[in-house]
């Protein structure tokens, strides 16, 4: 399936990976933001990843920081592709701040059980279920594993944010919520309820994260809650939510969603999308790592290719920047690592996950003598290709050890090269990017050139 799940370049630092998002560290004043297809749910990641989901999240959210930088401004610097964005580095302020329009969701259910106060606020005795308020309530929580609800009082006593500052963000989120409700609204949309983050950048506040989407925010279909209030029926992801309660087992809801439930929440994604920005999400043509590849490269954040010269210990060093050296006058990204197969080997499994789902092509030289299992490990743990160039002392060396490298178990392709430069080209071969096969060609072409010009001159 055309998704993104796992965002991992091993050229790129990640800060955090969260739910959904997932972020890259830049520099001191940018970083990434790749929002992903996975999808949460009572606070735990589905197994499924939802086709056109990251995209339409992130494009949407930079539609509504376009559309609100005259109410705040907030920390997008441009869209990158379609699920990547670079954003201003900004300090977080740990509260999501909660606007409530209609009593429903968890504080309806708690207000069945006779709760009246929700973070500080109190809410009015006899309400129903998806009862409007007569304005808009702040309920803010903590911006933790469990969103605590937390006061105001609270919330600047704990020093999450001083009273001046919390009096902004008050003010932004309800104007945030007033704009939003009324645009959606044009459009038939209830905005029911929503969260908003902030941040702080030389002590200004600014919006940060997501910004009225699906995955934030709760929607009703204003005709459908105008015939049946209490029945309204939501067009965001509570689908899934719904579906997860529908088919509980044993108390535990599923974590992994049928095709045609998969398939029906990237539909309702779409539609959202195309009710709120009046334009038909397409995602482009490419597949979607492809293009984020591409995309990334485009900007220059990454290199064409990876190289790992994966060493058995720092005595291989000497070696490892041999082969280096070989691999220079190529664009790519050369990084060594030390891992011991026999001493170590536990670290091959972090290591594996990173090359296995690399954003861009990979190869990797792995550089061990004597009883050479760390080619084989690698090559039996990753889906890239392994070349083995030992770090042979002398001609009874090769004779002696060669045969640990030669012979892997099945399953295990792991290639020997001998000498430093061919398993340097190997490497670079191996990743069939065309610009560098462009530039094998032009020197192959060159040796062939200059043979058959020293053949003329001996001739002579």
């Known amino acids: 399936?055309?998704?993104?799940?796992?965002?991992?370049?091993?050229?790129?630092?990640?800060?955090?990976?969260g739910k959904v998002r997932d972020s890259i560290r830049i520099d001191k004043q940018k970083r990434l933001i790749v929002v992903t297809d996975r999808i949460s749910a009572f606070n735990k990641n589905l197994v499924n990843a939802i086709p056109l989901k990251g995209g339409i999240l992130n494009s949407l959210t930079n539609f509504w920081f376009n559309k609100t930088r005259h109410i705040i401004d907030?920390?997008?610097?441009?869209?990158?592709?379609?699920?990547?964005?670079?954003?201003?580095?900004?300090?977080?302020?740990?509260?999501?701040?909660?606007?409530?329009?209609?009593?429903?969701?968890?504080?309806?259910?708690?207000?069945?059980?006779?709760?009246?106060?929700?973070?500080?606020?109190?809410i009015d005795e006899g309400l129903k279920k998806n009862q409007k308020f007569a304005n808009p309530i702040l309920t803010p929580t903590t911006k933790d594993k469990d969103d605590t609800e937390i006061t105001e009082q609270e919330i600047i006593e704990?020093?999450?944010?001083?009273?001046?500052?919390?009096?902004?963000?008050?003010?932004?989120?309800?104007?945030?919520?007033?704009?939003?409700?009324?645009?959606?609204l044009e459009r038939g949309i209830i905005l029911v309820d929503t969260k908003y983050e902030f941040g702080l950048?030389?002590?200004?506040?600014?919006?940060?994260?997501?910004?009225?989407?699906?995955?934030?925010?709760?929607?009703?279909?204003?005709?459908?809650?105008?015939?049946?209030?209490?029945?309204?029926?939501?067009?965001?992801?509570?689908?899934?939510?719904?579906?997860m309660l529908a088919h509980k087992k044993d108390g535990k809801v599923p974590e992994k969603l049928p095709k045609n439930i998969v398939e029906e929440t990237s539909k309702r994604y779409s539609e959202i999308y195309k009710i709120i920005t009046g334009k038909e999400y397409k995602g482009g043509n490419l597949p979607v790592k492809t293009r984020v590849y591409h995309n990334l490269l485009r900007k220059k954040?990454?290199?064409?290719?990876?190289?790992?010269?994966?060493?058995?210990?720092?005595?291989?060093?000497?070696?490892a920047n041999k082969i280096q050296s070989y691999i220079e006058k190529f664009d790519i990204k050369v990084e060594k690592r030390i891992i011991s197969a026999h001493k170590n080997g536990e670290r091959l499994v972090d290591f594996a996950e990173i090359i296995n789902n690399a954003i861009e092509p990979v190869s990797i030289i792995a550089i061990a003598g004597r009883s050479n299992g760390l080619g084989g490990a690698l090559a039996a743990n990753v889906n890239v290709p392994v070349i083995n160039c030992p770090p042979f002392s002398d001609k009874t060396d090769i004779m002696l050890n060669i045969n640990s490298s030669l012979m892997m178990p099945s399953n295990t392709p792991a290639v020997t090269v001998i000498h430093p430069?061919?398993?340097a080209l190997a490497a670079v071969r191996s990743l069939q990017i065309p610009e560098f096969k462009e530039q094998m060609t032009r020197e192959i072409s060159e040796m062939k050139r200059k043979l058959i010009a020293d053949d003329e001159a001996v001739r002579s």
Request: proline share 3%.
């Open 74 to 122: 907030n920390h997008l610097i441009e869209q990158i592709d379609e699920n990547v964005s670079m954003v201003k580095e900004a300090q977080p302020i740990r509260v999501e701040m909660i606007v409530r329009a209609y009593l429903t969701g968890s504080m309806w259910r708690g207000y069945q059980k006779g709760k009246r106060i929700f973070s500080g606020v109190k």
């Open 421 to 423: 430069d061919n398993a």
């Open 201 to 243: 950048i030389d002590g200004k506040l600014i919006l940060i994260d997501e910004i009225h989407t699906p995955d934030s925010s709760r929607f009703w279909d204003k005709n459908d809650y105008e015939k049946s209030p209490e029945n309204a029926e939501q067009i965001d992801k509570e689908f899934v939510r719904q579906w």
């Open 158 to 184: 704990r020093g999450l944010a001083d009273k001046d500052v919390y009096q902004l963000m008050k003010q932004k989120a309800l104007e945030l919520f007033d704009f939003g409700s009324k645009y959606l």
């Open 301 to 319: 954040l990454i290199k064409p290719g990876y190289v790992a010269l994966v060493m058995g210990s720092k005595s291989d060093l000497d070696h």
């Open 1 to 17: 399936m055309n998704t993104l799940y796992h965002f991992i370049s091993p050229q790129l630092y990640k800060i955090h990976a």
